[in-house]
């Protein structure tokens, strides 16, 4: 039987978390392991660090650049961090939601604020929580390339993420990285499953209903 | 580490699905295999056939206490099926909800509209639909038990309840039983991880920000 073609809507999955959360393995773990899924491409005036490559880990831009995409509203969010701007072009995102493909955002919540307000129906916001502060703390002890006071720092900016917890759909404690990513996953297979991310059911049945016997 | 109580909220689980579409074959194996999820007894004014328990397969009630329970607002929703009453009584929903244990309903798009008026934030509202009507007539006939004029009959009824589908957020296209199960278990999983069935996140973020070093 010929498969008619089953085409659904793309998903923009939001994973918010304060640095040492254990996002970034879960983000790393999803994008191998499910070819549907890749990572947004951000434009950002941070200077480009040894072994990243432009238009692949950033579009890096100077800041008349950046402003220019501001100005031509061509970014769907974007945020200080860190004294340098970061944003997501809107084009690409379009694309993948009409292509069917799903695409992963590494963001803070001022960002999915951003994000809500011109694709609501297309994101996925999940928020990964730590087990714990002193389990966090660990974590960020744990890369040892941080002085004490960027470590200080980051908890003090990790307290301030989660205090925004609960504008996410969905919230996860992070105790067991296997848990977290395979809770991900259930997440990503069910919003895929949702009617509206699903236009190919309307022809679908009406061609079901209007020939009883097809 | 002692683990605090993590009591989620329950889910009241929606199938609808013309007859034939492999609904109660999904329901089963869900129910084996997931001992978080119980079926919703419902009351009935329908004969007890042989071999079913009361109390077990439907509490089985007459006409006037069918009555009773629909004026003392004891059912969550009801209706005619083939010139019988269903309904679900409200009482045990109540408690699964609040227990954290999940109720499987099997009923129409009547029934879901009711359900929606008083626990919309509690269902999850899954639609099956036949691959064809060639597929769903095949497997009426298959069971080899109804007549031709009852496989007719439930052919126009299958037509009928189709055009509810898109009253329901996810709707399945049931092809194939294992690949149906595991995407209404993906759904499930997904449902039971969303922010608002997680009471107790507040307390665990209350929490986490509260004592920075715990």
């Not at 220019?68 to 961090?81: H, K, P, R």
């Amino acid at each position: 039987m010929d498969q008619p073609t089953r085409q659904r809507r793309g998903l923009l999955i939001v994973l918010s978390s304060p640095s040492g959360a254990g996002k970034s393995t879960i983000a790393r773990m999803l994008l191998e392991s499910d070819s549907e899924v890749t990572m947004s491409v951000s434009a950002t005036t941070r200077p480009k660090r040894p072994g990243e490559v432009d238009d692949v880990d950033y579009h890096f831009v100077d800041d008349a650049q950046f402003q220019a995409l501001i100005e031509g509203d061509e970014l769907a969010e974007w945020a200080y961090v860190f004294d340098h701007r970061y944003g997501s072009p809107k084009e690409p995102i379009k694309d993948a939601l009409r292509e069917g493909r799903d695409i992963l955002f590494d963001i803070d919540w001022q960002g999915t604020q951003q994000l809500k307000f011109a694709f609501k129906n297309d994101l996925v916001p999940i928020f990964i929580l730590p087990p714990s502060m002193a389990e966090l703390e660990r974590r960020l002890r744990a890369r040892a390339t941080d002085s004490e006071e960027v470590i200080q720092s980051r908890m003090r900016r990790a307290a301030s993420e989660i205090g925004h917890w609960d504008t996410y759909d969905y919230v996860l404690i992070n105790e067991d990285v296997e848990r977290c990513l395979s809770e991900v996953r259930a997440i990503i297979a069910a919003e895929r499953l949702k009617r509206d991310r699903r236009p190919f059911l309307v022809p679908f049945v009406r061609n079901l209903v209007a020939r009883p016997n097809n």
